[in-house]
């Protein structure tokens, strides 16, 4: 397939009248810049190319909750009287539920420019924690969605066991998360005998937290999955709230990232999303690894988490990708503009997060974020160049805002200068999924999706 566009951001840059060629596999075999006569059998694509934005960090079930937490639930409303509502959610969501949401969520994904997705799943049972019949059950649920919808995924099976450090009980909300190591084994070759040779899915593994694991667990985890596959990514959320940073200290006199770092080897394998509450040794030593930020900032936003130290992380050149987590919003653009107000509003500066002095503050967080957040979910995309996967995202010619703009400037506007979404056409490894604003499956899909939320809402 041959396809031409007067302007993209390519791995090194913009360029003028490019042509990609890709192959059978979806992969980007061939650029040619400044092409002044495009053969005939190229497509010409309408209007400003990107690469697609990796979301690197998804509970899909909690989208159904989006909008339903904004009220008072107690006296004093914090992360955790929000997570007991999910809980209420996730006790009751039925495998049926789980993927009509998940479908509609990742066609709004596609839309919104976002063409891979890293799912944390950690519902793994039945209600109550019976034990489904196929240990992947619910994973196959999740996965079938994105196949439906067509985005690539990371899979990321959440090993979850106990209610607090030190091996505490889990508590009755946390019920169909938990697994024990051999159980997990068995989900972890499940998954990989499913879909190791399926195009566009990954399988990786996901310790939930340090407050739900032990040492001996997470070591256990990743020896199983690296037999399975030497460079599976691994995820963790790491130091999201105060409470959880006060608790890792008087457990282990030491905070999340410090211990982290002290007791595993944290390589380019890693994400360590919600790294919010971290000591400035903590900053210097997450950003000289080669693990990967996971910023979910609307999502932090809402929750009350705090500021990641962003202006400081960058300054030293850690890497980082942005996820929608509880999806409270679909968004890349939204994202990015987030991470940067919050660093505006702390500091009473502008233009903060530029990645040196001529690059502009939108195009810097575009595309290191797509490109941490490739690296997050292992795989070959989030910059378009020869060898990469074919994610690529098309810029309406005709949305207002982008009028009269090229190059970073066309970031910038889709950044800070409007909330509509400016995505007309989405490909994901060689297939269009977005055609002018509009997935294949949408009206059906939407139909499930309406009825699921009816089941559980009215
Ligand atoms: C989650 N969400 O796993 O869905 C968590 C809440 C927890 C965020 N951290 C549950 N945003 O952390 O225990
Ligand atoms: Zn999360």
């Known amino acids: ?16 009248d490019v042509l990609f060629e890709i192959d059978e596999h979806g992969q980007i075999t061939k650029i040619d810049c400044d092409v002044k006569q495009p053969s005939e059998a190229a497509q010409t694509l309408a209007g400003p190319t990107l690469p697609g934005m990796p979301n690197l960090h998804s509970h899909a079930f909690q989208r159904a909750m989006a909008g339903f937490a904004e009220r008072h639930a107690s006296r004093q409303d914090s992360f955790w009287t929000w997570r007991k509502l999910m809980y209420g959610l996730a006790e009751r969501i039925t495998p049926t ?40 059950e619910l994973s196959d649920r999740v996965i079938a969605a994105a196949q439906t919808a067509g985005i690539a995924i990371t899979h990321l099976p959440v090993l979850y066991a106990h209610g607090g450090f030190g091996a505490q009980a889990p508590n009755a909300g946390q019920r169909r998360f938990v697994n024990d190591i051999d159980r997990f084994a ?28 032990t040492l001996g667990l997470v070591q256990q985890a990743i020896a199983i999955v690296t037999q399975l596959d030497t460079s599976a990514p691994i995820h963790i959320h ?8 006060e608790d890792c200290v008087a457990w282990s006199k030491k905070r999340p990232v410090e211990w982290l770092f002290d007791n595993l080897h944290v390589d380019e394998r890693w994400c360590l999303v919600h790294a919010t509450h971290l000591a400035d040794d903590e900053v210097q030593q997450l950003a000289q690894s080669q693990a990967v930020a996971g910023l979910c900032p609307t999502t932090e936003a809402n929750l009350g988490d705090g500021f990641f130290a962003a202006a400081r ?21 939204e994202e990015l503009r987030m991470l940067e107000y919050g660093q505006r ?84 490894g060689g297939q269009w999924r977005v055609v002018d604003g509009h997935h294949q499956h949408e009206a059906e899909i939407l139909r499930n999706y309406e009825r699921t939320q009816h089941e559980l809402w009215t």
């Open 345 to 428: 509003l702390l500091y009473e500066r502008r233009a903060i997060l530029a990645a040196n002095e001529t690059s502009s503050v939108g195009a810097s967080l575009y595309i290191n974020a797509a490109k941490g957040g490739a690296r997050a979910l292992g795989c070959n995309s989030g910059r378009l160049e020869v060898g990469a996967r074919a994610d690529l995202v098309v810029l309406d010619p005709e949305a207002p805002i982008l009028l009269g703009k090229q190059g970073d400037l066309l970031l910038d506007a889709m950044v800070f200068a409007s909330s509509d979404n400016p995505v007309k056409d989405v490909m994901v």
């Open 186 to 213: 068995v989900l972890l070759e499940a998954l990989y005998t499913r879909y190791r040779d399926s195009k566009d899915i990954r399988i990786g593994v996901a310790p939930h937290s340090l407050r739900a694991v």
């Open 1 to 16: 397939m041959k396809l031409f566009t007067k302007h993209a951001l390519l791995a090194q840059g913009w360029a003028n």
């Open 97 to 136: 539920q789980i993927q009509h949401i998940a479908s509609q969520l990742y066609v709004d994904m596609l839309k919104a420019g976002y063409t891979a997705v890293g799912e944390f799943h950690y519902l793994h049972h039945a209600p109550g924690g019976k034990f489904y019949e196929s240990p992947t």
């Open 313 to 333: 992380y960058f300054e030293l050149g850690g890497g980082y990708g942005i996820g929608s987590d509880s999806h409270v919003c679909l968004s890349p653009g």
């Open 238 to 245: 790491i130091a999201e709230q105060g409470k959880e940073v």
